[in-house]
């Protein structure tokens, strides 16, 4: 999921390079392979009528084929490989991180609190790409009366 959601990011250019020399595995023709499938992925998702769909299709691609890749290595070979997995996640976590809202907007890369207290009111304007966990529940409004 890492692998998609940094397409379009400040980290694109590394974690794009990162997966293709893992997936590449020493070899210069098979990592090339693997940048044009990255580069595919990318265009796919720029040109989607149906973003959604296509993140959730690529998603379900780079699973199957890190897998592949884990599967196909002996243990330290495995070690090494999620290692390197490990510190992708990071990288494209730092890239999705790194998005811009526009004027007036706000963006955070971590958890947002947005509260009203003593009758205030507050709000914020929310574009996810990724999980939600709401909690606790409506907070009762309340009148002042003035005269």
Known sequence: MAVVQ????????????????????????QEAAEL???????????????????????????????????????????????????EIVALARSGIA????GAGGVAAGG???VRAETGSVAGAVVRMEGDVQLGGGPLPLTRTRRD
């Open 98 to 101: 790194g998005v811009q809202a």
């Open 6 to 29: 940094a397409a379009g990011t400040d980290a694109w250019t590394t974690v794009r390079r990162a997966i293709a020399r893992l997936l590449g595995r020493g070899n210069p023709a």
């Open 36 to 86: 044009t499938r990255l580069d595919q992925m990318e265009s796919a998702l720029v040109d989607a009528g149906d973003p959604m769909g296509q993140r959730g299709r690529w998603e379900g691609v780079w699973q199957t084929r890190l897998e592949l890749l884990l599967e196909s290595v002996g243990v330290e070979e495995r070690l090494a490989a999620v290692e390197q997995l490990t």
């Open 111 to 113: 958890n947002v609190q």
